[in-house]
């Protein structure tokens, strides 16, 4: 995907419509309709070097009118796009499920939706197709973005005007809330030294109650589970506008991983928005399965499925480091895992005082 | 429960070492010591014609000394008294999973939990014996409140200090973020005239885009599914301090139905704490299975599950109102349920130019 900022209404507009364009002219010159997509699968992403993150391969499919299916495809992307340019030039948005609903207004029968799915892979389809994503088309996600509290005054542009809104100092004890779009903030100042994304809300509280953020200049950012686009397009954006170092704080099992991994390197469904959305050089702080043997932490017995996880991640072309490797092997020895919360054996403070000071610093990130 | 307002540390510490008190008189008296505390399961669960809300009942359970069980639990419980006192004390606060895993360090085997269920039920029994509120002895939840926008001022007092807020004006997209404890909040000013929640992120944002807290004077709660209980106790707060009419709106399914009876009736894991969390007159806006009908809403069958939780709405006491017998009953006749979104299906805007205000009105809300 080329682009790698926002584009305005106008702009996106025109991308969608050129799409439905190139339709008309393969109609025209006798051709069969058709449209070319990557193959969205673990065995297509691959490392590109220039860019830093994963990316599609070379394998593609193709929908093609040739087919009564291909043809129903093409059909109902066209409508897509029409209710898209619609929307874009009444400067509205709407929801990928409201999508699906709203589909059942349509004239023609065969152009509605059959599922969710359905309607949600036509999105992802188009956005791959048409360089626009999907928050350009002004399509919001269901899951909404998590909180901030850290030294960092920003402007959000918001439906009812610009709001300035310092994370620490204009927000309750919950933080400022990110918004769907993310691109719709502007960073004005900030006193961080880096960027704590963490896992579990009650962690995030620990750290928010112990003053972390305010003693070690930390923007922190709370990820609840796995992070929705737009948390994860602000920890970029942080990384990249701010050039602050960022560092993921996660329960010590296969599934938080995967969490880190889809800060750091994107995730396979959305492998064309990774140069938008991933953070290359995130760093993973903990827990680590050597945490769980040098601290003595309590632990959880692994799972059978926690087992296939850490085994699947070994073949997992994104996790083959040195680091990655060590651990995931190191926690397959163990058979054990630990939450975050664990660190609590060793008392309320422990965490602020000792583990995370003294990880940063191994890091070199203090 | 008799304290339907909040306890300052102080007070909440006695009443909790006051427990542990008598464990000691029962002792000194060579009686053996022992906890009583009510049965808590839908049997047991009776309408306070007084107060309005659903409470527990007469039956109770008795933990005692006299098993080695029994004995276990009381050691337990004293520990945890100690725990909570010292944390009331030093004006910290802590997350029932952090409680779990603190018991560890503590010098005891036998008093250290064996699993969260252990120490999550213990603090709901010291909560209805002792009658100090989770919160109030600075128990956070892991589930964080959810989201408010609307016109209303108030004053959250931090812990960095105090914080004046104005849902619309001094918020992003998101909105204001509920804080675990919503006690800390003081409401100073508001222009409203009802409280609307709304069960899903996709509604909520739906509602926010086309101005509708601002157009109808409406503020919009998001309850993110099943509420925490920082939610429901705002909204109650609005109901009483506020004077507004509470409505809920949630999708037409019996997993909603259920979400409005959190917030009006309270739930049985929490039925002593009805008075401080419940909203008894809220209303129920929608989906109803009638809108199914009327509006020829895109709908899903029912489940064997849905099936199931229908038909144990019907057997539940606070279901069991005109009202509520006819809806369920006639969504177990059509067989179908309906999500908040489908009203996309009659266009974007369908939801707050047609369907609110029409059946705002119905309900004299409007």
Redesign the interface.
């Known amino acids: 995907m080329s682009t790698s900022t926002s584009l305005n209404e106008q702009e996106a507009r025109e991308q969608l419509l050129e799409l439905a364009a190139e339709f008309y002219d393969q109609f025209a010159e006798g051709d069969v309709p058709r449209m070319q997509i990557p193959t969205r699968t673990k065995s297509n992403i691959e490392y590109d070097e220039e860019k830093d993150v994963w990316v599609y391969g070379d394998r593609s499919s193709t929908r093609s009118a040739k087919t009564v299916s291909g043809a129903q495809k093409l059909l109902k992307a066209t409508y897509t796009i029409d209710f898209l340019a619609n929307q874009l030039e009444e400067d509205?948005?709407?929801?990928l499920?409201?999508?699906y609903?709203?589909s059942?207004?349509w004239d023609l029968d065969e152009a509605q939706f059959n599922t969710q799915d359905e309607s949600n892979n036509l999105i992802e389809d188009l956005e791959i197709v048409s360089e626009v994503k999907r928050e350009d088309f002004h399509m919001?996600p269901?899951?909404?973005?998590a909180?901030v509290m850290g030294p960092l005054l920003l402007r959000?542009q918001?439906?009812?005007g610009d709001?300035e809104?310092h994370c620490?100092?204009?927000?309750?004890?919950?933080?400022?809330?990110?918004?769907?779009n993310p691109d719709?903030?502007e960073f004005l100042e900030n006193d961080a030294d880096f960027v704590l994304a963490v896992e579990?809300?009650?962690m995030r509280?620990?750290l928010v109650?112990n003053?972390f953020d305010?003693e070690y200049n930390s923007i922190v950012v709370h990820l609840g589970g796995q992070p929705a686009r737009a948390t994860r397009r602000l920890i970029k954006r942080m990384r990249n506008e701010l050039d602050l170092p960022v560092v993921v704080f996660a329960d010590g099992d296969p599934w938080s991983y995967r969490i880190y991994g889809s800060v750091a390197y994107g995730s396979i469904k959305s492998a064309h928005l990774s140069e938008y959305l991933a953070t290359p050089d995130a760093q993973y702080i903990g827990i680590r399965p050597e945490d769980i043997v040098e601290y003595d932490l309590?632990t959880d017995p692994l799972s059978d499925s926690d087992v296939n996880a850490l085994e699947s991640e070994l073949e997992d072309p994104r996790f083959q480091t040195e680091f990655w490797e060590e651990q995931i092997e190191l926690q397959l020895e163990i058979e054990k895992k630990s939450?975050q919360?664990?660190?609590?054996?060793?008392?309320?403070d422990f965490v602020t005082d000792t583990y995370l000071p003294t990880r940063l610093e191994e890091m070199n990130v203090l």
């Open positions: 509205r948005s709407s929801t499920r409201e999508l609903y709203l059942e207004s919001r269901e899951e909404s973005g909180k959000e918001t439906r009812r709001r809104i620490q100092k204009d927000v309750g004890q919950g933080g400022y809330q990110i918004p769907n719709t903030i579990t809300g009650g509280d620990r109650e003053g305010d309590p939450e919360q664990s660190l609590a054996a060793r008392g309320l």
